[in-house]
């Protein structure tokens, strides 16, 4: 069956730190796009991508870059982690305009 | 820009009672509305999405009406069960793929 994998699931890393989060697809879906989960926040949005070599800034970007050199991977790094940043981070695709956003199981990160 | 209002961000209610959580929206352009359920420590997942062109939508006990007038959207969740008990959020977009979630709301059902 076709499926959104991350990994890690958890990570623990110091400030400073480059960190590199993969998402993986299999759907063969265009659109991907990475949030954080923060109590009290919900979803926010961090990147996106509508297709290969295309990125997009979301609303919380700073400190964060993707890249997208396929159709099925979106990695997001962290240049130099802030504690700031220590979140739940999701990854979802979506096949088209209107379609819905499917997700993976999330990562963990801490920033010590 | 967009934004997403939920309401109630916590909501008990005894099994078998209804549940309804209101979202409300500010871009009249947005034209489609996904409701998602997240159980603790799970990933979020698709429960019901309704576009600009439909009133309401049901799928079994799960209900989600929209009033574009108004820019509101509601999920109905009826006899309500313990295994409904997640959070749950609401989301708009208006056709640039991206969405803007709304903040939760923490449903318990109580037994």
């Known amino acids: 069956d076709a499926e959104i994998t991350q990994s890690p699931r958890h990570k623990i890393t110091e400030t400073g730190r480059q960190v590199t989060l993969a998402c993986h697809q299999t759907?063969?879906?265009?659109?991907m796009f990475w949030y954080r989960q923060d109590l009290g926040h919900g979803l926010r949005l961090i990147h996106y991508?509508?297709?290969?070599?295309?990125?997009n800034k979301g609303e919380v970007s700073d400190g964060y870059s993707v890249s997208r050199s396929n159709t099925e991977d979106l990695p997001l790094t962290l240049e130099s982690a802030a504690s700031s940043q220590t979140s739940v981070y999701f990854c979802?695709?979506?096949?088209?305009?209107?379609?819905?956003?499917?997700f993976g199981d999330g990562t963990r990160l801490s920033i010590l | 820009g967009e934004n997403v209002e939920q309401h109630p961000s916590t909501l008990s209610v005894q099994e078998g009672d209804s549940a309804v959580i209101k979202c409300t929206y500010s871009?009249?352009?947005?034209?489609?509305f996904p409701w998602y359920k997240q159980e603790l420590g799970k990933r979020p997942q698709l429960i019901i999405d309704?576009?600009?062109?439909?009133g309401e939508k049901k799928d079994q006990r799960i209900a989600v009406t929209l009033n574009k007038t108004a820019k509101h959207f509601s999920l109905h969740i009826t006899e309500t069960q313990p295994e409904d008990s997640a959070v749950y959020f609401c989301?708009?977009?208006?056709?640039?793929?991206?969405?803007?979630f709304g903040t939760g709301t923490r449903l318990k059902v109580l037994a």
């Open positions: 979802a695709s979506s096949q088209g305009l209107d379609q819905p956003q499917h």
């Open positions: 759907w063969n879906h265009n659109n």
């Open positions: 991508s509508y297709g290969v070599q295309d990125t």
């Open positions: 871009d009249s352009a947005s034209n489609y």
């Open positions: 309704i576009r600009s062109n439909v």
């Open positions: 989301a708009a977009m208006r056709g640039t793929y991206k969405y803007i």
